[in-house]
């Protein structure tokens, strides 16, 4: 069983309920759009931290960070990307990505927007947490916490964040 912290579109800010939030959580995942180094580093010092880097993201991000990643957690493959849209809308990119991995569960961030679909088509679930930081049009900011056991995916949990402290 693990607890994943979800959070997208921090652009360099990482508001101070996040560790509360995320201290009982075994990784932390970040949807892209970090920000900058220090802030994956002060991620990274809460929780094991798995990011892909975003359209804001520059090269310090990039050595660090892939552009998308597909990996399996418990039994339930994940692919993590950006830019992806959503189901009946997914980018070029994503369609080709979702083809080739075929995961049950795709995060994508970007739209600060936060949103929780299941895609039958597809046979998966998309998540896009929102936006944690404080740049967009957003009203408030969001993070999402869930658990994978083995190959089912549970326990969602939404924090709103608002923009000012």
Request: net charge neutral; proline share 4%; glycine share 10%.
């Amino acid at each position: 069983m693990k607890r994943i912290g979800l959070l997208s579109d921090t652009h360099g800010y990482l508001h101070p309920k996040i560790a509360e939030f995320f201290a009982e959580c075994d990784e932390i995942w970040h949807a892209g759009d970090i920000g900058n180094l220090d802030t994956a580093k002060n991620l990274a010092s809460i929780k094991r931290l798995r990011a892909v880097t975003g359209n804001i993201d520059g090269n310090d991000l990039k050595s660090f960070y892939p552009h998308f990643q597909d990996f399996m957690c418990e039994d339930v493959k994940v692919l993590i990307l950006h830019i992806g849209g959503y189901p009946g809308r997914y980018t070029q990119e994503a369609k080709l990505l979702l083809k080739e991995t075929k995961p049950k569960l795709f995060i994508t961030g970007h739209s600060h927007i936060l949103k929780v679909i299941n895609d039958p088509k597809n046979n998966l679930l998309h998540i896009n947490p929102g936006a944690a930081g404080k740049q967009g049009m957003h009203q408030v900011g969001t993070l999402v916490r869930f658990t994978i056991e083995g190959a089912d995916i549970r326990d969602l949990e939404i924090m709103e964040l608002p923009k000012k402290n």
